[in-house]
């Protein structure tokens, strides 16, 4: 099943007088519970295909489904209130609200929508993040892989129909990069979390299920990985 469809996507930024088209119709279907990575060289348009997949902004034209909703059909507002719920964000630089605390950061989609949080599941994922006895720190009382931590927390707990990750693991050092991919992974294989990743880190790639290589705006490549055999 597909949780993720674009058609004939296009995305054209205006400079000035210039015109950069950052997504050339791009169509693309991402299945349910798989991680799938997406590659490609600087500027060629990877961020903008994630934002894009997430409704973080609008194609200049084509079509987005996330599960059976056609996003163009939303209102800036219902579309922020759908995002929330069905739409897991991760970036290179951990976005999270300074002055909140790691609790109130992971908790933070429930109350913006008044949702009373699990205590029960909020401990596990805590757990599982390894940040049970730093939920009362503040961002700024992290190391860099608890900050990332936080942010993987905060996307996933709406249990989110797709988690969408901009290089996560971009500003880690290894160990950290290591550490917050093990959780990616976890989140995939424990809790069939769909996950669509974008690096420049070969490891990675080599561990999904699917790699999409984008050029100019463009699909240049789509493998796909069973039992350690790729086939394009
Ligand atoms: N807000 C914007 N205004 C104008 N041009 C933009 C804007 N955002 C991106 N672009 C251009 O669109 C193209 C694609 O950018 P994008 O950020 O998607 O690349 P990327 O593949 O994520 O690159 P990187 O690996 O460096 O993050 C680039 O040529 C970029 O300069
Ligand atoms: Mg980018």
Redesign the pocket.
């Known amino acids: 099943m597909n949780i993720l469809r674009c058609e004939n996507v296009t995305?054209t930024?205006?400079?000035g007088q210039s015109e950069?088209?950052?997504?050339d119709g791009l169509n693309l279907a991402i299945e349910k519970g798989k991680l799938t990575v997406i590659v490609?060289?600087?500027?060629?348009?990877?961020?903008?295909?994630?934002?894009m997949l997430g409704g973080v902004d609008r194609p200049t034209s084509g079509k987005i489904w996330i599960e059976d909703t056609d996003i163009s059909t939303l209102s800036e507002k219902q579309l922020s209130v759908f995002r929330r719920r069905k739409v897991g964000l991760i970036y290179q630089f951990y976005n999270l609200i300074p002055t909140l605390d790691v609790k109130q950061n992971i908790l933070l989609p429930l109350l913006l929508d008044g949702q009373k949080p699990e205590e029960e599941s909020f401990r596990e994922l805590s757990d599982t993040l390894g940040l049970s006895d730093r939920l009362s720190h503040l961002p700024s009382q992290l190391s860099g892989g608890q900050q990332q931590r936080a942010a993987i927390g905060r996307a996933l707990i709406y249990r989110p129909a797709v988690l969408l990750a901009?290089?996560p693991t971009g500003n880690l050092d290894r160990k950290n990069s290591e550490e917050i991919l093990a959780l990616l992974k976890l989140s995939n294989k424990r809790y069939h979390q769909t996950i669509v990743l974008?690096t420049?880190d070969e490891r990675i790639a080599l561990e999904a299920d699917r790699v999409i290589t984008?050029e100019d705006?463009r699909i240049l490549q789509d493998s796909r990985q069973s039992g350690g055999e790729w086939r394009v």
């Open positions: 995305k930024y205006q400079l950069v088209k950052a997504l490609g060289a600087s500027g060629s348009g990877k961020s903008t295909l994630l934002h901009d290089e974008i420049h984008i705006g």
